[in-house]
């Protein structure tokens, strides 16, 4: 029986931080960083953007890697937590921002990864952000993150954002989908059991020439889970 709810940031967080920070660096990230390094001409990493960046377990994976990154979270526990994990040797390539995301301009970036945040957007605060994501991104960089489906235990939430497949496909429109991974199925949150309905994402903004905003873009990679 899901019976999980979202985590009340402020009362809840630092429990959160804590419990996330015995995690591995996510799946999703660990993919997405080994692409890249395949794939890039770069002598060294450029600068990703980490929004909602939490315990900071995927920021710490992002440093290790030499990537310069901008933390972005809406609570400031957050970066207090996060600068006492950072090693003193990563501290220079680090600037966190304490602010929520849908009030941050974004500086152009080479990857922009939002784990499971997104999703605690509100409809329209995403669109806002969505398009500020791809504005950031520089042709060739990558977008990394999830998007919440409807058949999700919490899509009840008003405070959040869910979305039907068809939906969350036209939400690729404009990049190269280099993964779209369907999960719907029952599992564990930090709140609980709760049954998962999620996109995973990898997405490329095509280098200047190949390809406008807006094109249609289709999912390469799909996997429905119960």
Known sequence: MANSRPVHWGKESLAY?????KR????????????LATESTRARPGRAIDLGFGGGTDTLELLRNGWTVLAVDGQAAAA????????????????TV???MQEVELPPADLVYASYSLPFLRRPEFRTVWRRIFASLRPGGHFAGQLFGDRDTWSGDRSMSFW????????????????F?????????FSGPKHWHVYD????KPPRGRARAGAT????TTRSRK
Do not use: C, K, M, N
């Open 17 to 21: 931080y804590r419990y996330s920070s």
């Open 24 to 35: 591995p660096p996510r799946e999703l990230l660990v993919t997405t960083l080994r692409h």
């Open 80 to 95: 207090d937590f996060l600068a006492r994990r950072v090693p003193p040797r990563r501290r220079r390539a680090l600037t």
């Open 98 to 100: 304490v602010a929520p």
């Open 164 to 179: 039907r497949r068809a939906e969350a496909v036209r939400w690729t429109a404009g990049y190269r989908v280099e993964l």
């Open 181 to 189: 991974r369907e999960t719907d199925e029952e599992g564990t949150a």
């Open 201 to 204: 994402l990898i997405l490329e």
């Open 217 to 220: 873009a289709r999912p390469t």
